[in-house]
């Protein structure tokens, strides 16, 4: 039979932050932007960088490519986060206690939820040119949206405890207030 109460609704808050974190990181290694090359194919670039597809350059680093003219590593940022938000994903999913429980923990995942949407839905509508394409030749990849969609986990988890879904039941302490005499 599957455990209920507030000790199994922190652990499945604390999986969902965790799937939202994950997801974070693993968007961060999908493609970011892509291109049609000369040839009729594709090419796509990820978010740290790694040039993929049909391109003569495929294989490479995009880093590597500029020389230290530039970077692109648009995946970093979510990928930082991401790692943030599991961590604290974690010690909700493992720590019990307190009358109100992981507050400050909460806060940490809102922080990484709106850091993961932000820059995600930011990347989504403006993919930028990799300082490489001409402004508008690059298309958006998959990966700044899921990004969004794990920050959007991370922070649906963090509000999910801040509202005090977790928080253990109040238990009536008898007579409070003036009392008669």
Known sequence: ?????????????????????????GASFLPWISTGT??????AITGWGGITGSSGIAGTNLNDVLD????????????????????????????????????????VLVLCGLVGVGWGVFRGFDPGD???FEAGDAAVGIGPWLTALGGLLVLAAAVTILVGVIDPPVTSAGRRGIQPR
Not at 1 to 25: E, F
């Open 38 to 43: 000369e040839d009729g194919g594709r090419t």
């Open 130 to 132: 990799a300082g490489v």
């Open 68 to 107: 230290g003219a530039g970077t692109y590593r648009p995946g970093l940022i979510g990928a930082i986060f991401g790692v943030i938000a599991l961590i604290a994903a974690i010690a909700v999913a493992a720590v019990a206690g307190g009358a109100r429980p992981h507050r400050v923990t909460a806060s």
């Open 1 to 25: 039979m599957a455990a209920t109460g507030p000790a199994a609704l922190r652990r499945v808050i604390g999986a969902v932050a965790g799937l939202g974190a994950l997801l974070m990181i």
